[in-house]
């Protein structure tokens, strides 16, 4: 393995020398990337490989002896160059999966994370309780990035009705092909402009979830460099305390011409208490619900007002 850099991180090359089995050059990626400060090496190592190779986790850990064949191993090479400087892996493969489903995504989007997942499994349990099994609503994701929470729902729920909206045309277009590749688009509605100012003068939605950027702005340097310096700050930074996204909403409901039944965000660490009181003091007084994510953190709150 060699590998080589111009000290400011800029030009980072990584090279096999073949033949290498593939197990070789997974080894060697992985302590490249560990080298590079990758956290959890092995395993993006492996990912990438697999990816390279176009195959499952049977597959690969079965053929590890065999030989990597030079196309392969030129790929794997320029994928583990960029991941040694930070780039995630997802934006590398371009992919990621979200409850289940695969989602296409790039740099002009949030890559889809897994506490995102209970903000959808909520809402959809939410809406069961308020409206029962069958009933056909209409929802709205604002700030739609790759489609994530807008596709998802749209998938699990045959009957609704979908708004996606986002304040950038590329996260658009992206999460616009991911519905489309998981046969969604004709049911969702694409609104390109600032939260939910698009929605007025518009059919009400009867569910509003969102999940905004929400790093408070001091809060940006001290990011993993995989987020800060490859996601798009559009949909990461939230004003000085991160909750402008929040009370600019609450603000924009004035506008509508029916409020939603419902509203469902996700928030960062430490901010619940204040996203609970700014959606309960716009009228969500019937239920506030406050989710936890699978490390304890209160990830999510729900407002349902009364009719
Ligand atoms: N709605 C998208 C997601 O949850 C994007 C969110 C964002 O860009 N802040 O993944």
């Not at 033949?19 to 956290?39: D, F, H, K, M, N």
């Not at 320029?78 to 493969?93: H, K, N, V």
């Not at 430490?270 to 969500?284: I, S, W």
Request: charge should be negative.
């Amino acid at each position: 393995m060699i590998m080589s850099g111009n000290g400011d991180g800029t030009e980072r090359q990584f090279h096999l020398e073949l033949p290498l089995t593939i197990r070789e050059a997974w080894l060697q990626a992985s302590s490249c990337l560990c080298a590079s400060g990758v956290e959890d090496g092995q395993h993006h190592a492996e990912l990438l490989l697999r990816h390279v190779l176009g195959w499952g986790r049977a597959a690969y850990l079965s053929r590890l002896q065999e030989l990597l064949p030079e196309a392969a191993a030129a790929a794997y090479e320029a994928m583990i160059a960029r991941r040694s400087l930070g780039e995630p892996t997802q934006y590398i493969m371009g992919e990621a999966y979200f409850y289940g489903l695969r989602f296409e995504v790039s740099a002009d989007v949030l890559i889809p994370r897994p506490e995102t997942e209970l903000l959808v499994e909520a809402v959809l349990e939410e809406a069961k309780l308020l409206y029962g099994e069958r009933a056909s609503l209409t929802a709205a994701d604002i700030g739609t990035g790759s489609g994530a929470i807008a596709c998802t729902i749209a998938y699990e729920r045959p009957e609704w009705q979908l708004v996606a909206v986002d304040i950038s045309l590329g996260a658009l277009q992206m999460a616009q092909h991911n519905a489309a590749l998981l046969h969604v688009d004709e049911r969702i509605e694409w609104l390109e402009g600032d939260l939910i100012m698009p929605l007025q003068g518009r059919v009400p939605v009867d569910i509003l979830i969102s999940n905004p950027p929400y790093i408070p702005e001091s809060d940006m340097r001290e990011l993993q460099r995989e987020v800060r310096d490859f996601e798009p700050h559009t949909a990461l930074v939230g004003g000085a305390d991160g909750l402008d996204p929040y009370r600019r909403m609450m603000g924009m409901l004035a506008y509508l011409s029916e409020r939603p039944r419902m509203v469902a965000f996700e928030l960062g660490q430490g901010q619940a208490r204040e996203v609970a009181a700014l959606v309960e003091q716009a009228g969500y007084t019937e239920k506030i619900r406050i989710v936890q994510d699978l490390a304890g953190i209160e990830r999510h709150v729900i407002g349902i007002r009364p009719l």
